[in-house]
């Protein structure tokens, strides 16, 4: 039996945020359920395709799927359930926003088998999620929060988000010592990318180009100011009982997100739903992003045959061999050849604390890991980046500081 992690996108939420570039808009309650209709056929298509698999893990993203009637998210988990072989110990998360959900909607997914929330807080200051754009308070995120305990929901990660316009380390740490008073399980702190497209982007690209050159910045934080808010993330949550498991990621023990650990092993993953992407068998697919396109081919789903991808008016990419299966939904197929798999192995590897195993790179690839990277790895371990050590190779402190840096050495 093989193992599979399952990946289910929602794109609409209830208003955009200023910084968001994610497949995500506002739509109708009639849109809706005409788009989670076309998602449940989805579901059981590739349930009756990929038999072989076990699903360890779901993950329903947006988007806001909290913003969805609860019975939409009941019908989607009830159709995964018939469709695939769940394991007993799945780890099921949801995504919600603070004021999306009630104790109904919340009870609905403790019905449903869903056992983990995330949580998009992002700042504890009013201010800070005005400015982002956010729809909610802080003060909704604790009423969110404690209808979350109440439901008996007891792996519960809340996202944070650093390096916005006019923030200083002190109002940061402010935010992190009142998310560490309610104890939850995770947490995930991300710093502010501006993304092309977003209405950030607009108004802060020429501060993020200062940011990025090291030069004096007029609103958003400076790169000195950036880091010292992420070292203050690292010492305040390591202080709390939180373990930096990866660059962005904290867990009390035993509670690191394991459907994202799956990314960063390179497990088989499956993603259903408007732009959804997969990565099966190191072959790569991701779906259409056009709404009405998405639901129209759902109502006629069908594997495609191997010559339509090399046909010379097909949108997918022809690169492929070997077994493998593309749908009407795919609007790129890519298998991975075998030195963008060992590249990926690394810099994936490498964003966890723990890195990667000599023995895992060695059981996949045929040969130890300096056949390949033998100067790389000297290279970093003398500038003190890297350690290699009880068959293990991994960033120090001063090489996660510098992750960028020390991955793009292990790309070809």
Known sequence: MKYLELYIHTPFCVRKCEYCDFLSFAADSR????????????????GACMREYQVSTIYIGGGTPSWLDAELIVSVMDTVYRSFSVTEDAEISIE??????????????RRAGINRLSIGLQSCNNEELKLLGRIHTYEQFLKTYELARNAGFTNINVDLMSGLPYQTADRFADTLQQII????????????????GTPFYEKY?????????????????????AYRIYKLTQH?????????????????????CRHNIGYWTRDNY???????????????????????????NCRKLCIL???????????????????????????????????????EFMFLGLRMTEG??????????????????????????????????????SLTERGMDLANYCMAKFLF
């Open 305 to 343: 045959p191997q010559k339509a991808f090399f046909e010379e008016d097909s949108p997918l990419l022809r690169q492929a061999e070997g077994d493998w299966f593309g749908s009407n939904l795919h609007v790129s197929t890519d298998i991975l050849s075998r030195n963008a798999q060992i590249e």
């Open 356 to 393: 990667v195993t000599r023995a895992d790179f060695e059981r996949n690839f045929g040969m130890p890991v300096e056949a390949v990277y033998r100067e790389v790895i000297e290279g970093l371990k003398r500038e003190q980046l890297l350690l290699s050590a009880e068959g293990r190779i």
């Open 236 to 256: 305040v949550l390591k202080k709390a009982g939180y373990g930096q498991y990866e660059i962005s990621n904290y867990a009390k023990p035993g509670y690191a």
């Open 96 to 109: 919600c926003n603070p004021g999306t959900v009630t104790a109904a909607k919340l009870a609905a997914y």
């Open 205 to 225: 690209k020429f501060d993020a180009v200062k940011q990025e050159a090291g030069m004096k910045t007029d609103i958003l934080p400076t790169e000195d100011e």
């Open 181 to 196: 008073r309610l104890k939850p399980e995770h947490v995930s702190a991300y710093t502010l990318i501006i993304e092309k």
């Open 31 to 46: 849109t809706q359920a005409q788009y989670i209709h076309a998602l449940l056929e989805e579901i059981r298509f590739y």
């Open 270 to 296: 499956l993603g259903v739903g408007l732009g959804a992407a997969s990565m099966i068998e190191n072959v790569r697919y991701a779906n259409t992003r056009d709404i009405y396109a998405y639901i129209e």
